[in-house]
């Protein structure tokens, strides 16, 4: 999930940039504002699942 997420992230930049360069500013703008979320939405991905794997060795000990 992260991993689409980051691809997005690319993807949109690559379509702001395209846009700012030709011209629509609007476009651009929009573009790198999905950019910006599909990023944070990929950080976020990965900080939950690091939370996940940490949290499973303590919950492990705890059931022995």
Same mark, same amino acid.
């Given at each position: 999930?992260? /991993?689409?997420?980051? *691809?997005?992230?690319?993807?949109?930049?690559?379509?702001?940039?395209? @846009?700012?360069? =030709?011209? %629509?500013?609007?476009?651009?703008?929009?573009?790198? +504002? *999905?950019?910006?979320?599909?990023?944070?939405? =990929?950080? #976020? @991905?990965? +900080?939950?699942? /690091? %939370? #996940? %794997? #940490?949290? *499973?060795?303590?919950?492990?000990?705890?059931?022995?």
């Amino acid at each position: 999930m992260e /991993r689409g997420f980051q *691809l997005a992230a690319i993807i949109f930049a690559g379509i702001a940039a395209y @846009f700012i360069w =030709s011209g %629509n500013n609007d476009a651009g703008f929009i573009s790198a +504002v *999905l950019g910006c979320v599909a990023f944070f939405l =990929s950080i #976020r @991905f990965q +900080v939950k699942e /690091r %939370n #996940r %794997n #940490r949290e *499973l060795p303590e919950k492990e000990d705890a059931s022995d």
